[in-house]
């Protein structure tokens, strides 16, 4: 069921909640949240290509902002399941959604947002995405 949840989402990936990840509160710790939006990101990046446009080009992918929503506290032992996906692209960069849906209680937990630039890491600047990296990218969300 909890999979459903993140039917609208592209890129979906499973992690098991840690119990160093909670904190004195007794629940997961708000930047653990973060760290999950990155493995989502990261996964993405690869299945779109942008890892592979780095490694070829030196044009990646460089976060511009992020932004957390925490719905409801998660806990171990759980398994977090998180989906993104791009909700708005432009030339040189995209937006990217995250929800984290709890296994254990069958809800969001958390919600997101990203900015995801297109970089050039040799000249140090911002630079259209590249049209292969885009091909992908439209791919995947299609």
Known sequence: MAEELLADFPVVIRIPVQWGEMDAYGHVNNTV?????????IR?????GFLESYDRDKVGAILHSTHCRFRRPLFYPDTALIGTRATAVAEDRFTQAYEVVSETQNTVVAEGT?????????ARKVVPIPDAVRTKLDALES
């Open 114 to 122: 990203g900015i995801v630039v297109s970089y050039d890491y040799v």
């Open 44 to 48: 993405y990046l690869e299945r779109c």
């Open 33 to 41: 949240l973060f760290r999950y939006f990155e493995s989502a990101r």
